[in-house]
């Protein structure tokens, strides 16, 4: 029997983009199966899995809330468990300044159940693995000209989303330092690609362009932010996965920095639309100023690093958009 892979919060962004590549590599395929539970709230589309699960037999759908643990314990009873891969969480920095406990529940507490069926399925897999997914944000601020955030960083969260996320990590470690378990933790700089909710800033400007919808952009636009196209992410997702230290964490980053009034014009001049429909909007509260990660770490015991150029990666983006519209239709009539 093939070991089984739990991959959680796959109905989302990143992680349905993850549960899509995988389905294509043969050598995975046939390596593994994968047990991929959602709990399909707004942001959770199981369309953008169904074509995937449908066409594989190593991949399976179970819909689990992560925040109740008596249907995280069900887990218990998988047959030959290989690790967790835990992409879920609410991920929305607007949604966590209007309901910050919402937060506080899926990405805090879902984690410790994670955590604690994990110390279930390493009875019957010693080297039973946890890999929690995370984001740049748990390091706070960047000044304009200050270096990279490396892994040894302090945290410094600034909103409640990113410490909520910063919690959850918190967790992680300490139940690799109490429990000896198995974890490995990753953090991303921001993605883009196919499947991202339009609430999003990249897809927000390619459909609200697209229709000749205003776009808002925050404050003065200023702000600074590192890309990743989402497919290079999950590489090193898997890179940390199969290669990755226990206990250590890997910073995921694009080296690509943007600011936010760069990345609307780039993509309205791409889409042929006027840069009057960009909108100054209010600042965000607590709005951070600049992002950006230092990889060397992740290039150096992963072997990982970023292929796609923005302008690639973009235009794949907006292709797919464009292409896509009865997904999009979908998505928007989500939006909380």
Known sequence: MKPTIILTG????????????IAQINEIRKAYN?????????????????????????LSFKRIDIRNPSEVAELKKIKNPHGIIHFAAESHVDNSIKNPNIFIETNIIGTLNLLNLSLKLRETN???????????????????LENAFTENHQIKPSSPYSSSKAGSDLLVKSY????????????????????????????KTIINGLSGMPIPIYGNGMNIRD???????????????????????????????????????????????????IIYT??????????????????????????TSFPEGIDKTIEWYKENQKWVQLAQARII
Not at 10 to 21: L, M, R, T
Not at 128 to 134: A, C, G, P, Q
Not at 180 to 196: A, D, K
């Open 10 to 21: 796959c109905a989302g962004f990143i992680g349905s983009n993850f549960v899509n590549s």
């Open 34 to 58: 994968f047990l991929i539970i959602d709990n399909l709230t707004y942001c959770g589309i199981y369309e953008s899995i169904k074509e995937s699960i449908d066409n594989n037999e190593h």
């Open 126 to 144: 010693s080297n039973f693995r946890f890999l929690h997914i995370s984001t740049d944000e748990v390091y706070g601020s960047l000044r304009e």
């Open 176 to 203: 690799f330092h109490t429990y000896s378990l198995n974890t490995v933790i990753t953090r991303c700089s921001n993605n883009y690609g196919p499947f991202q909710f339009p609430e999003k800033l990249i897809p």
């Open 227 to 277: 890309w990743i196209y989402v497919d290079d992410h999950n590489r090193g997702v898997w890179a940390a996965y199969t290669k990755g230290k226990s206990g250590e964490t890997y910073n995921l980053g694009g080296e690509c920095e943007k600011r936010n009034i760069e990345i609307a014009k780039n993509i309205l001049k791409r889409i042929n639309r006027s840069e009057d429909l």
């Open 282 to 307: 209010e600042d965000r509260l607590g709005h951070d100023w600049r992002y950006a990660v230092d990889i060397k770490k992740s290039q150096e015991e992963l072997s990982w690093k970023p292929k």
